[in-house]
């Protein structure tokens, strides 16, 4: 089963607009972790939220969390060209690993 | 800030031959990772490493794979006979307290020819 699915798989916007990613997974959590990538570049950590979080904002990044439909979103507001990069939701459950998601190319044009 | 380091941030090498992937976890950190990203695949974990041993292991971590802390900075991957599906990114990762983010390295793109 894959665990951590993104939708959609490419995303194109204008610079200014919003981006919503959504995230589905298949077995309980500790929690949901977001991370962006750019091209050929490391992971950066964006925003973590556990199972008991429903809602959890940093800066322009607002992430939600169902656990009941084993979904996650992560909305970008008021995009910017530097917010173009690959975006992957991870699931951490009873142990250390993370799973990752096939992950959401973001392009913001100028 | 304190960071995740990696080196070398590219290493080409010959089908069999071995191949050690170095990582300089944050120095505070407890936990210690390996994973791995296939051009245009999901990023993979390979192994968990906590108090001078493994934790957790994928798969894909088989008998060509080990892990050492050799010292009290680096954390290292060996892959004894590289094989052709064996090209791949590599990230170290590390954090304090397991559940918590963990962070990443640049990671080191490894080419088997």
């Known amino acids: 089963s894959q665990q951590g699915e993104e939708d959609p798989q490419a995303l194109s916007i204008q610079e200014g607009e919003n981006a919503t990613m959504n995230c589905s997974y298949k077995?309980?959590?500790?929690?949901l972790q977001w991370y962006r990538q750019n091209s050929g570049r490391g992971l950066v950590h964006l925003i973590l939220?556990?199972?008991?979080?429903r809602e959890k904002h940093s800066g322009r990044l607002r992430v939600t969390l169902d656990t009941s439909k084993k979904s996650s979103s992560l909305l970008i507001t008021a995009s910017r060209a530097a917010d173009t990069a690959s975006y992957f939701c991870?699931?951490?459950?009873?142990?250390?690993?993370?799973?990752f998601g096939g992950g959401t190319r973001l392009m913001v044009k100028p | 800030e304190p960071e995740v380091t990696q080196t070398p941030s590219h290493q080409v090498t010959q089908m069999g031959q071995e191949v050690i992937l170095r990582c300089v976890p944050i120095s505070n950190h407890l936990y210690f990772y390996w994973y791995r990203q296939i051009l245009g695949q999901k990023v993979e974990f390979l192994v968990s490493f906590y108090n001078n041993e493994i934790s957790e292991k994928s798969e894909i971590f088989d008998d060509q794979f080990s892990v050492e802390r050799p010292d009290g900075s680096n954390f290292t991957l060996k892959i004894r006979s590289t094989k052709l599906e064996d090209s791949a990114m590599y990230f170290c990762?590390?954090?304090?307290?397991?559940?918590?983010?963990?962070?990443f390295g640049p990671g080191t793109r490894l080419t088997v020819l």
């Open positions: 990762a590390s954090n304090r307290v397991v559940g918590n983010e963990q962070f």
């Open positions: 077995t309980s959590i500790n929690n």
């Open positions: 939220i556990r199972s008991n979080e």
């Open positions: 991870a699931t951490n459950n009873a142990g250390n690993m993370l799973t």
